[in-house]
Each structure stands twice: as C-alpha cells, then as structure tokens.
C-alpha cells in the first residue's frame, strides 16, 4: 500500500467538492427549467375566493384546445355542447414558464394569431368572460417543436 501524500489528500478533497459542485448545478438548472413562477401576489387572499370562482368557472362547462403550427397559434373555446363558447371577451398572454421577458399579450376574439414562439416550452394564459359576467381562466402548455 503507497504512503497517502499531500498530493492524495488534495486531489480527494478536489474529487468530493467537484462531485458536490456538479450536483448542486444540475439540481439549480432543473429548478429553474421547471419553475413556473408565482401565480399570484398573496396566496392567502386568493385562496379565500378561490372554491366560489371555481365552481362558477366549472358551471360553464367550457373547454379549451390550443395548438401551435407554423406560426399561427390556435386557441378553440367551446361550451359544453362542442360548440363555441359565448365568451364576451378572451385574452391572454403567452409566455415562457420560467421568466417574464418573453410574455406577449395576445387578442384572441378571432381563435387565431400569428405569432413567432421559438422551440420550447410556452404557457398560454387564457382569460375569457361569459355572457353574465363569470370569469374563466385557464393556463395550457404549449410544446413549440425545433
């Protein structure tokens, strides 16, 4: 058995904090890719409205079907029936999960926008209001394939 040198010892303590070092970027780097962000300022206010405006929300019955090809991204509203919703407005936005600078504010009375979203991972945020005044939000992940 060789004699454990200074040159041993410190390529241990090298090996140990490298192995360390590399778990703790990949362990930040998932965290990042994966955070949504925060939903709403105060979660505790929102929670106290939250059950009445889910279950006005699911009374409606509407359903939402978004897609994203060649530049042009779909967004489809429709009521219980497969017919389309009789939203008074819809809006949203469009963004990536992670952070804010690539949000973009979209106008979607048409259900068709022409939009450049590079490959990735895109929330869209709809926002809809029925006919008496129910609001109706829903968020949809979008897969822009390369």
Do not use: C, K
Not at 17 to 24: K, P, Q
Not at 25 to 46: C, D, H, K, M, Q
Not at 103 to 111: F, R, S, T, V
Not at 120 to 140: H, I, K, N, Q, S
């Amino acid at each position: 058995m060789t004699e454990l040198r200074g040159i041993h010892v410190a390529g241990m303590f090298t090996f140990g904090f490298g192995i360390i070092i590399a778990v703790n970027v990949a362990l930040a780097t998932n965290a990042v890719r994966t955070f949504p962000g925060l939903e709403v300022a105060n979660s505790y206010v929102a929670s106290q409205s939250f059950e009445a405006r889910r279950e006005a929300q699911d009374a409606l019955g509407w359903e939402v079907a978004a897609g994203y090809s060649d530049g042009l991204l779909t967004v489809a509203l429709t009521g219980p029936d497969g017919a389309p919703a009789p939203a008074a407005e819809l809006s949203g936005h469009v963004g990536r999960p992670t952070e804010a600078r690539d949000d973009i504010a979209l106008d979607l009375e048409a259900g068709q926008v022409a939009i450049d979203l590079a490959p990735g991972r895109w929330r869209l945020d709809l926002t809809a209001t029925a006919p008496d005044g129910t609001l109706f939000e829903r968020a949809v992940v979008l897969e822009v394939a390369p």
